[in-house]
């Protein structure tokens, strides 16, 4: 008998279906298994309508100011009252 009271022999088991669920997705073709969830898809990240740069384009999308450019928001010096 299988000792079903104890909660170790549940944690082995909840481990062992976990492990042998990683080897069949392994090692079995994937039309066996049930359907993966698919890849989300592409958009293009605009700012009041309009693209932004992307990593991809070799920009950052943080190094310019919209209506101000070459001009990071960071580097803006403070005004001074005097």
Same mark, same amino acid.
């Given at each position: 008998?299988?000792?079903?009271?104890?909660?170790?022999?549940?944690?082995?088991?909840?481990? $062992?279906?976990?492990? #042998? @669920?990683?080897? +069949?997705?392994?090692?079995?073709?994937?039309?066996?298994? *049930? /359907?993966?969830?698919? !890849?989300?898809?592409?958009?293009?990240?605009?700012?009041?309508?309009?693209?932004?740069?992307? $990593?991809?384009?070799? #920009? @950052?999308?943080? +190094?310019?100011?919209?209506?101000?450019?070459?001009?990071? *928001? /960071?580097?803006?010096? !403070?005004?001074?009252?005097?």
């Amino acid at each position: 008998m299988f000792p079903v009271h104890d909660w170790q022999f549940w944690v082995a088991s909840a481990v $062992a279906l976990a492990a #042998a @669920y990683t080897v +069949a997705r392994m090692l079995l073709p994937a039309s066996w298994l *049930p /359907a993966r969830r698919k !890849p989300g898809r592409r958009v293009t990240l605009t700012i009041e309508g309009t693209p932004t740069p992307t $990593a991809s384009t070799g #920009a @950052y999308p943080h +190094a310019q100011v919209p209506g101000r450019p070459g001009q990071h *928001p /960071a580097s803006k010096a !403070p005004k001074n009252a005097s």
